[in-house]
């Protein structure tokens, strides 16, 4: 079971750490992912990490304003995003995957949180 908090309404340029949380069977999890829905689009994908590794991986749009990371002693994973831009505005997704062949793909993910909406104003 997932858990995602963190978000809120921010203003441009400002900053926000989402977390999420793993509860029950984690040690088949192999990657941990964040997708964000925008109001009127598809879900698409923000950033993963390998569970036990920690090699990250990120969307084309990310552009280093985005670090995803994670804390195995607490079951957590987090999305750091600095520089907020009201196009970042978007419900948050964290999401995890139990099988080792990497894939980025929303379908490919069994385990989801509920969302945290993320808003950013101009």
């Known amino acids: 079971q997932l858990q995602a908090f963190g978000g809120g309404l921010v203003q441009a340029g400002g900053s926000l750490r989402l977390s999420c949380a793993a509860s029950?069977?984690?040690?088949?999890?192999?990657?941990m992912g964040w997708f964000r829905q925008r109001p009127g689009k598809d879900r698409e994908f923000v950033a993963l990490i390998s569970w036990t590794v920690g090699v990250t991986w990120y969307g084309d749009f990310v552009k280093d304003r985005f670090t995803i990371s994670r804390d195995n002693a607490k079951n957590t994973v987090y999305l750091e995003i600095n520089s907020l831009k009201p196009e970042d505005t978007a419900v948050y997704y964290c999401a995890a995957r139990d099988s080792g062949r990497w894939s980025i793909q929303n379908s490919d993910f069994g385990s989801w949180g509920q969302g945290t909406q993320v808003t950013v104003s101009s």
């Open positions: 029950g069977r984690t040690s088949s999890v192999f990657y």
